[in-house]
Nanobody
Framework: VQLQASGGGLVQTGGSLRLSCVAS????????MGWFRQSPGKEREFVAA????????FQADSVKGRFRISRYNNNNTVLLQMSGLKPEDTAVYYC???????????????????WGQGTQVTVSS
């Protein structure tokens, strides 16, 4: 599985961005998809995840009500719609893939077995 993330950029506080991640291969529909982020000097942090069917989603408390994750299995794509952006959202954002996740392991980067290359999001104050 190869993951290609895109859509990052520079935006002002309160602005919006949409990140996209396209996956290769024929197993996309059987995998949980997620987004993490990492800023300099900090550990990689869970942002959001979506179930294989797209029906169930899960977000970190820090982004609830502002970020929305969705997926389109017909074209192997997962999106992260971000609104109400804050300077503390500045980070490199990574998409990730896993076969099986629970509400405890979802936060752990080691649980996810494939990663995209990351896309930079910068929010200016």
């Amino acid at each position: 599985v190869q993951l290609q993330a895109s859509g990052g950029g520079l935006v002002q506080t309160g602005g919006s961005l949409r990140l996209s991640c396209v996956a290769s291969g024929r197993t996309f529909g059987s995998r949980v998809m997620g987004w993490f982020r990492q800023s300099p000097g900090k550990e990689r942090e869970f942002v959001a995840a979506v179930s294989q069917s797209g029906i169930s989603t899960f977000q970190a408390d820090s982004v609830k009500g502002r970020f929305r994750i969705s997926r389109y299995n017909n074209n192997n794509t997962v999106l992260l719609q971000m609104s109400g952006l804050k300077p503390e959202d500045t980070a490199v954002y990574y998409c990730a893939s896993a076969v099986r996740i629970n509400t405890h392991s979802v936060y752990l980067p080691g649980t996810w077995d494939y990663w995209g290359q990351g896309t930079q999001v910068t929010v200016s104050s």
